[in-house]
């Protein structure tokens, strides 16, 4: 396993599939425009329309023969995810890596279109509903893969499946939604590998986290104080999207990928730093906890693998 792993070891990926879930701003953004520069088609999922077009006008400055097609994708709307599942079925018969990565964090309690509570119905469903709709085309092509994006905030995250979605804001706080999402993330990580496995079908599933990085996400932590007081210190502790989005590109097309791994920055506390493949905590390898979530998550969201 290579240690400083760069972008110049991505082997050519003309004819592959590939989907960025996000893929408009940051970490997705870093993603599409790699992966486009080594000749794949990559599917640029975004929830605005208008967002991933002007993405992808971006992205063709840098990478003129990129081939990219912008899709509408709402992961708190069930219905948006089987609309963009139906006309990607439409258009490919093959796909080679669903990279779930778009992702809110610590927003104030909300509920998506289906009545989740907010980051654990983006977070983990919407992306558990849309992998289980793209299993046949997953399915049909050899050596696919599915890398989902966690955060080292699984550490803070626990499971509780009396109250998995915060009914009507009870026990709600957006750290401990936040890092249950990540946690979900995690879980039905090493349950889709185990699903693979036992029924013999030819994908891989991988996890991957970008430490500390400099993305919009942390929006809703940028207006308080103790965060303008000590940007400096957390400026110097971070790196930027395109340095974090490495580990899961190298998760997503590194061929010595193995199913049931997990890729994160090499550095101190795993903050940042080269992609390299590192330990979620024990609570993420729950077997039982896996199972029961997989379980709850079929039936909140209709879809059966």
Known sequence: MKENWTTEFIPDLNGKVIIVTGGNSGLGFESVKTFAGKGAEVILASRSKENGE???????????????????????????????????????????????????????????????EGQVGTNHLGHFALTG???????????????????MAHKQG???????????GKGYSPMKSYGRSKLANLLFTYELQRFFESNNIDSISVAAHPGVSQTNLARHL????????LYPVFKFMTQDAAAGALPQIRASVDPHV?????????????????PVKVQSNSTSHNAEDAL?????????????F
């Open 222 to 229: 940028e207006e308080k104080l103790f965060f303008k007081i």
């Open 258 to 274: 193995k199913g049931g791994e997990y890729y994160g920055p090499s550095g101190f506390n795993e903050m940042k730093g080269q």
């Open 158 to 168: 626990k499971m509780d499946f009396n109250n998995l979605l915060f009914e009507n």
């Open 292 to 304: 029961k979530l997989w379980e709850v998550s079929e039936e909140l969201t209709g879809v059966k």
């Open 133 to 151: 709709l793209l299993l046949p085309v997953l399915k049909k092509t050899p050596k696919s893969r599915v890398v989902n994006v966690s955060s």
């Open 54 to 116: 002007k993405a992808k006008t971006e992205i063709l400055e840098k990478v003129p023969d990129g081939k990219i097609e912008v899709a509408q994708l709402d992961l708190a709307d069930l219905e948006s995810v089987r609309r963009f599942v139906k006309n990607f079925q439409q258009k490919h018969s093959r796909l080679d890596v669903l990279l779930n990565n778009a992702g809110i964090m610590t927003t104030p309690y909300f509920t998506t279109k289906d009545g989740f």
